[in-house]
């Protein structure tokens, strides 16, 4: 019912910045929270962001301070601001929702940090 398409991965040296995007189609409104998930090889994929309906948000010890997660007025798009980026940073990263009590997925983005 719910579609999500990321975008904003790619290559970037550590300390830079990199902005991911997230817009869902379908179902919109049944929508009631957002986040990111990231994994990498022989690792569990795990939360690094995640918005609520209602605006509150929460993160991963390991990227307080540096992420932000951000959605627009209509609920359709959520971002991931990702500044002083490290190499423990690289990973597959996924945007997920939760609507209708269900979970949908996107197909992920490539985040490589690197110099």
């Known amino acids: 019912q719910v579609q999500l398409v990321e975008s904003g991965g790619g290559l970037v040296q550590p300390g830079e910045s990199l902005r991911l995007s997230c817009a869902a189609s379908?179902?919109?409104?049944?929508?009631?929270?957002m986040g990111w998930y990231r994994q990498t090889p022989g690792k569990q994929r795990e939360l690094v962001a995640g918005?609520?309906?209602?605006?509150?948000?929460a993160y991963a010890d390991s990227v307080k301070g540096r992420f932000t997660i951000s959605r627009d007025n209509t609920l359709n798009t959520v971002h991931l601001q990702m500044n002083s980026l490290k190499p423990d940073d690289t990973a597959v990263y996924y945007c997920?929702?939760?609507?209708?009590?269900?979970?949908?997925w996107g197909q992920g983005t490539q985040v490589t940090v690197s110099s």
């Open positions: 997920r929702t939760t609507a209708g009590g269900r979970y949908y």
């Open positions: 918005i609520a309906r209602g605006g509150s948000t």
């Open positions: 379908g179902s919109i409104l049944s929508i009631t929270g």
